[in-house]
C-alpha cells in the first residue's frame, strides 16, 4: 500500500556529486518523517540525513557541509545531493520513511518504510 523507490547511484569519483531521489507512493499515508540511511560492506546501517514535514533537518557527522536532503514537487518526493564524494561514502543507501497510515477512519498506524537501496560506489 505505501512504498518507496530510490534512485539515482553510480560510480564516481572521489570528489564527485551524485543526487539520489526517493519517491513515496501509495494511498491513506501521510509522511512524518523522510530521511537517508547508508550500510557499508560489514559495517552497521546508519542514518546519513532526516527531514521533517516541517522541514527541519539534521545529519551525521561525517556528511555535515556535503550532504544536502530537500523535498521535491510534489512532496512525496526526496532527495539527497551528495557533494565532495569521498571512498567512505561507498554504501547502499536506503530511502526510510516513518509514516502515518489511515485507511480507514477507525484505524490509523505508525509504519516505517524502507526502500530497496540503490549502490553508490566512490572510487579514490
Known amino acids: 500500500q505505501v512504498q518507496l523507490v530510490e534512485s539515482g547511484g553510480g560510480l564516481v569519483q572521489t570528489g564527485g556529486s551524485l543526487r539520489l531521489s526517493c519517491v513515496a507512493s501509495?494511498?491513506?499515508?501521510?509522511?512524518?518523517?523522510m530521511d537517508w540511511y547508508r550500510q557499508a560492506p560489514g559495517k552497521e546501517r546508519e542514518l546519513v540525513a532526516a527531514?521533517?514535514?516541517?522541514?527541519?533537518?539534521n545529519y551525521a557527522d561525517s556528511v555535515k557541509g556535503r550532504f544536502t536532503i530537500s523535498r521535491g514537487s510534489p512532496k512525496n518526493t526526496m532527495y539527497l545531493q551528495m557533494n565532495s564524494l569521498t571512498p567512505e561514502d561507498t554504501a547502499v543507501y536506503y530511502c526510510?520513511?516513518?509514516?502515518?497510515?489511515?485507511?480507514?477512519?477507525?484505524?490509523?498506524?505508525?509504519?516505517?518504510?524502507w526502500g530497496q537501496g540503490t549502490l553508490v560506489t566512490v572510487s579514490s
Open positions: 526510510h520513511g516513518a509514516l502515518t497510515w489511515s485507511p480507514v477512519v477507525e484505524l490509523s498506524r505508525r509504519l516505517e518504510v
Open positions: 501509495g494511498r491513506a499515508f501521510s509522511i512524518n518523517v
Open positions: 527531514l521533517t514535514s516541517d522541514g527541519s533537518t
